[in-house]
């Protein structure tokens, strides 16, 4: 099991389209809609929320994360990234993080996202992103894995 794989990740991912624009304004309810999702309910009842910001330039990136006392996630945005995919990809990290203890681009968070954007994107969106994971040797197999944080 490899914990992290970021920089394989994100190459697998830049092969992908990344589907729709998101704009600005739009942001909050992509995420609301995201939250009322069968998937979502099933596996991450305990995220109330996702608040989503857009960071002023591009330089910085994007990031998630889950706050365990408020029972939400924060997910900060680059102008550039606003696209279903890495919007899932940031929210992935939220969830990840709730439910297994993931910090990293580590086996159960890469699970999660892919089951995140077969859930927003549908199952054409998913096989693009898996078999650009499996190119690149992505390891998202959690049956192997121990949740980072967990012991057993």
């Not at 069968?38 to 591009?58: A, L």
């Not at 992935?92 to 927003?120: C, I, N, Q």
């Not at 190119?135 to 894995?145: F, L, V």
Request: proline share 4%; with cysteine; charged share 25%.
């Amino acid at each position: 099991m490899r914990t992290c794989q970021q920089d394989e990740l994100y190459r697998a991912e830049n092969r992908c389209n990344h589907g729709s624009a998101v704009s600005i304004p739009e942001l909050q309810n992509y995420l609301d809609s995201m939250r009322e999702t069968s998937y979502w309910e099933r596996n991450f009842p305990q995220v109330r929320r996702v608040v989503g910001h857009v960071r002023k330039g591009n330089s910085q990136g994007s990031v998630g994360s889950y706050d365990i006392n408020g029972e939400s996630g924060q997910i900060e945005m680059a102008p550039c990234h606003m696209y279903e995919m890495i919007l899932c990809h940031e929210v992935a990290h939220v969830l990840a993080e709730a439910r297994y203890g993931s910090h990293a681009h580590d086996p159960w968070f890469a699970r999660t996202y892919l089951e995140l954007v077969y859930s927003m994107m549908g199952p054409e969106a998913y096989a693009d992103l898996k078999q650009s994971f499996d190119d690149r040797h992505i390891d998202c197999d959690t049956c192997n894995a121990v949740p980072a944080g967990r012991v057993v």
